[in-house]
């Protein structure tokens, strides 16, 4: 391996950067005194695929575990026994620890309440070695909440209700994760629309630089495809990073992680937006670890094979891999790459990330717009994707409880003169339902459907009514859809119904003049 020729790569391509070479970083002390002598604190370190372990176990204390979390360990040596020429080898460890070294950019800190701590559990007869180590605190990360981000449990409850473990918990208004019962899958990371669940060793910002990096144009290894790898909620990136099979081929390149529930229909679009040929999804053979956890993420790529289709893109680039230990679903899946050719993406660059709003709406917009889909209609999606809102005028009453608990503001009451109209905004919309489930006149349905031609353009007004003048003082008092069912319910009960057309103040003002010429009498 000349890794000369990797470190100037990386040098060149980060400047500043500095690259160690070191030897047997896997016997203890080695690495310690390595980073001591030469004044660094490694980032990346590409080692041989057994040094994550060993760190790990190395970390007997919650800061000691935090240091090990800031480094991800790149498999450099087993890439030596990859089918292809030097150069072709050389040339997918520069990729391997340049993605790995703009992931880790992203890396911001591992805070007290992301960590918890195991202990192993007796089976059988143990050695008194193995009854100390079981003493010893094992640790793993986990998402936390982001509070001044969360939007609170009296608004949105969509984390709480993707969580396949019921770890999510509500306590008043405030959303919490339960470390002890969070398993890590990620799940509630790809579904927050306030990007407030944060998983501090596999966030979406460093999911995208990896991505970034693994499909920076080179020349070579193309087409490039991504496997998105779960490697089951450990620490941090990296137990074997650089390769699912011994006899992979090398323009496929791993995406660690923790759990394949964390796959999102954005994060496959994304990865075909940077210059992705294939994206492969690479899952085990006897099924999720996760009970239930895959029926959410084959619902991302459906809906990602769909919206492909629409751009005129093959759906068969993306495919979901049994892992049974050999490399043979991966071989035919890169050779039906090979013979589809390039997208159309390739002709275009990135889109720009949008940091307001659900990151999937802006994407499908840029890519529909960039790929010239011409079609005026939606795309079928699940629950938790996108939704359109359909209101029923002859029920609504504008009573606004749909718009106080949407939980991304898709919907909106707006009162401008005489008028009360209920604003819908398809792009903000993820289908969550909660509109629909608290309406008390059932006046509402939810497609869960996405429709590109309607993402960019401004909210559509889809009910409108009336504002009902005080008798009194001409102040607005209520919309007259309201009103009015409530003057047919009073009719029917042989009611007054000339209240409903008094504004509060004088209501006040009438009644004190009462009780005032009451007390003159």
Request: charged letters at 20%; a neutral charge.
């Amino acid at each position: 391996m000349p890794l000369g020729e990797v470190s100037r790569f990386l040098e060149q391509r980060w400047p500043g950067l500095r690259v160690v070479l070191g030897d047997r970083l896997c016997e203890p002390g080695v690495l310690a005194r390595l980073v001591s002598e030469q004044g660094v604190k490694p980032a990346v370190i590409g080692a041989c695929p057994e040094l994550r372990s060993k760190l790990i176990s190395w970390a007997e204390t919650e800061d000691s575990f935090a240091e090990v979390c800031s480094m991800s360990v790149v498999d450099v040596v087993g890439q030596v026994s990859l089918p292809g020429s030097r150069s072709e080898l050389a040339e997918r460890v520069k990729l391997l620890l340049w993605s790995r070294a703009r992931r880790q950019s992203k890396f911001g800190g591992l805070p007290g309440e992301s960590v918890k701590a195991q202990f192993s559990r007796p089976q059988g007869k143990m050695s008194r070695r193995e009854l100390f180590e079981m003493l010893v605190p094992r640790y793993q990360v986990v998402p936390y909440i982001q509070r001044q981000r969360c939007a609170g449990a009296a608004t949105c409850r969509i984390c709480r209700e993707v969580c396949p473990f019921g770890a999510i918990v509500i306590d008043g208004t405030v959303v919490s994760v339960d470390r002890l019962a969070c398993r890590g899958c990620g799940a509630c990371v790809a579904v927050c629309p306030y990007e407030a669940v944060v998983y501090p060793t596999f966030s979406l910002d460093q999911l995208e630089s990896e991505l970034e990096g693994l499909l920076v144009e080179m020349g070579t290894l193309e087409p490039r495809i991504v496997a998105v790898t779960c490697r089951g909620g450990m620490c941090s990136p990296g137990d074997a990073a650089g390769s699912i099979g011994r006899e992979d081929p090398l323009n496929v390149l791993p995406l660690e992680v923790p759990c394949l529930s964390m796959v999102s229909c954005w994060l496959l679009l994304r990865a075909f937006d940077m210059g992705a040929q294939g994206v492969a999804l690479v899952a085990a053979s006897d099924g999720c670890q996760f009970d239930g956890a895959s029926a959410r993420w084959l619902r991302e790529v459906e809906l990602a094979r769909r919206l492909l289709e629409r751009w005129g893109i093959e759906p068969g680039r993306i495919e979901v891999l049994d892992w049974d230990g050999s490399s043979g679903s991966v071989k035919r899946f890169a050779q039906e790459i090979r013979g589809m050719g390039p997208t159309r993406l390739r002709e275009y660059r990135p889109a720009a990330v949008v940091d307001e709003g659900p990151a999937l709406a802006g994407l499908v917009l840029s890519l529909d717009t960039r790929l010239g889909a011409s079609q005026v209609g939606s795309v079928p999606c699940g629950r938790m994707q996108a939704g359109y809102v359909i209101v029923d005028g002859t029920q609504c009453t504008a009573c606004g409880l749909c718009a106080s608990d949407c939980p991304t503001g898709a919907l909106r009451w707006v009162a401008e003169g005489d008028s009360w109209s209920l604003l819908f905004d398809h792009a903000l919309c993820v289908g969550c339902g909660q509109c629909v489930e608290v309406c008390p006149e059932g006046c509402l349905k939810l497609d869960n459907v996405i429709a590109p031609d309607k993402l960019g353009g401004p909210a559509e007004v889809v009910f409108g009514t009336g504002m009902v003048k005080c008798r009194e003082c001409g102040a607005a008092v209520a919309p007259e859809a309201m009103v009015g069912r409530l003057r047919s319910k009073l009719a029917a009960a042989h009611g007054q119904t000339w209240q409903l057309e008094i504004c509060g103040a004088c209501k006040l003002k009438i009644r004190s003049g009462r009780e005032a010429g009451v007390s003159g009498a």
